[in-house]
């Protein structure tokens, strides 16, 4: 079969990664890379031997595929004309930046019988793809994901920018009805939250606590997972995953601390990762996530089967991202009597962040929102 035609829209950070990976392909010949700025859409053509385009219109009947990576606004409109041109397409996430308009973009990929992935690329990270066949049924889960204020994805808050890969991998591990939700955050630098705290509940009895902010001095990308049977840590930056698995003496309830000697207590304060939580670091391979991402959408385009993120998957996350933006702003900062709610309600106080020291960089930011 000849190789796969594809396209790279929006040459930002994102896309000229995309485009990089891209080019490099086996199975696929990267065509164009469009752009509305020319010196992006050249720079990025000259780095990788494609067709510079100023109109991703021009695409039509030229390229069989392509990856959406332009800001998340313009999701909608270029993916839906796109689609109607008959190619597939690998849209960067958030799908959407609504749940109306991610309904109309799955609707309109099954209609047109095309491949519609979501860039959810932390479903092949290494880190959570050694360690996913032993989180059967999870049951609680904590994520925290921060970084410092990059300047980019400002047409969205924290929510659909960072804390969507996390609800992502929660609703792909869960897979169980979300019966309820808590969130509250702030907005820090601009006119989005960019600090969330959000719960999540399940039908399973599954809880997950997710907490996101890119207005943090130290970055990190990190999760837990607990289940009946064990408990992983996940660090998706550093790419590695641990786990510890309680002996069958602990998950029996069989084990009685209070019985132990003096000696046997002295033993297990130095041994309790290796004789009854038992402690692995888990091997992962040495891969590219993103270019695992393409080389799954180009394999379901030839195979005409479901990517491993779909459409469908990525307005999940949508919907959920929604419900814990409308927590946000109606989470009422003095009680059911008091007016201040939302992100927008309070004052900037550094000890909202994990990071306190951050605001020693730029006091001038708190004390103009403060007197603001």
């Known amino acids: 079969m000849s190789r796969l035609r594809l396209a790279v829209v929006g040459t930002g950070h994102l896309g000229r990664i995309h485009a990089r990976i891209a080019s490099g392909l086996e199975n696929a010949h990267l065509i164009a890379v469009v752009d509305s700025q020319a010196t992006a859409r050249e720079q990025v053509a000259?780095?990788?031997?494609?067709?510079?385009?100023?109109?991703?219109?021009?695409?039509?009947?030229?390229?069989?595929a392509a990856v959406i990576a332009t800001p998340t606004s313009s999701h909608a409109a270029v993916a839906n004309d796109l689609l109607r041109g008959g190619i597939h397409l690998l849209v960067e996430k958030p799908i959407t930046t609504t749940l109306q308009e991610a309904d109309e973009m799955v609707a309109l990929a099954n209609r047109q019988q095309l491949v519609l992935q979501v860039g959810h690329v932390e479903r092949f990270n290494p880190a959570l793809v050694s360690v996913s066949s032993k989180l059967d049924d999870p049951k609680y889960i904590e994520a925290r994901r921060s970084?410092?204020?990059?300047?980019?994805?400002?047409?969205?808050?924290?929510?659909?920018?960072?804390?969507?890969?996390?609800?992502?991998?929660?609703?792909?591990?869960?897979?169980?009805?979300?019966?309820?939700?808590?969130?509250?955050?702030?907005?820090?630098?601009?006119?989005?939250?960019?600090?969330v705290n959000a719960q999540l509940r399940f039908a399973s009895g599954c809880v997950a606590n997710l907490t996101a902010s890119r207005v943090s001095y130290t970055p990190e990308r990190s999760m837990q997972v607990f289940t009946s049977e064990c408990c992983a840590s996940i660090d998706f930056a550093s790419r590695r995953s641990s786990i510890v698995e309680p002996t069958a003496e602990l998950l029996s309830r069989d084990f009685d601390v209070d019985a132990?000697?003096?000696?046997?207590?002295?033993?297990?304060?130095?041994?309790?990762?290796?004789?009854?939580?038992?402690?692995?670091?888990?091997?992962?391979?040495?891969?590219?996530?993103?270019?695992q991402e393409q080389l799954d959408f180009c394999a379901a385009i030839r195979a005409g089967a479901s990517p491993q993120v779909t459409g469908t998957d990525g307005r999940n996350a949508v919907a959920v991202a929604e419900q814990i933006l409308e927590q946000v702003e109606s989470h009422q900062w003095d009680g059911a009597?008091?007016?201040?709610r939302g992100a927008f309600a309070l004052p900037l106080l550094p000890t909202v962040l994990s990071e306190p020291d951050y605001w020693s960089e730029d006091d001038t930011v708190v004390l103009k929102r403060k007197a603001g």
Not at 46 to 64: H, I, M, Q, S, W
Not at 337 to 340: I, K
């Open 337 to 340: 009597t008091g007016a201040r």
């Open 147 to 195: 970084s410092t204020y990059t300047f980019r994805s400002t047409d969205v808050g924290v929510v659909m920018d960072l804390m969507i890969h996390d609800i992502d991998v929660v609703l792909s591990l869960v897979q169980s009805e979300l019966v309820g939700v808590q969130a509250f955050g702030f907005s820090v630098l601009g006119g989005q939250e960019d600090m």
């Open 46 to 64: 000259a780095d990788t031997g494609a067709r510079p385009l100023a109109d991703y219109r021009d695409l039509f009947g030229a390229v069989d």
């Open 260 to 291: 132990l000697s003096v000696d046997e207590k002295e033993h297990l304060r130095e041994h309790l990762f290796t004789d009854l939580l038992v402690k692995r670091e888990l091997p992962a391979a040495e891969t590219n996530a993103i270019e």
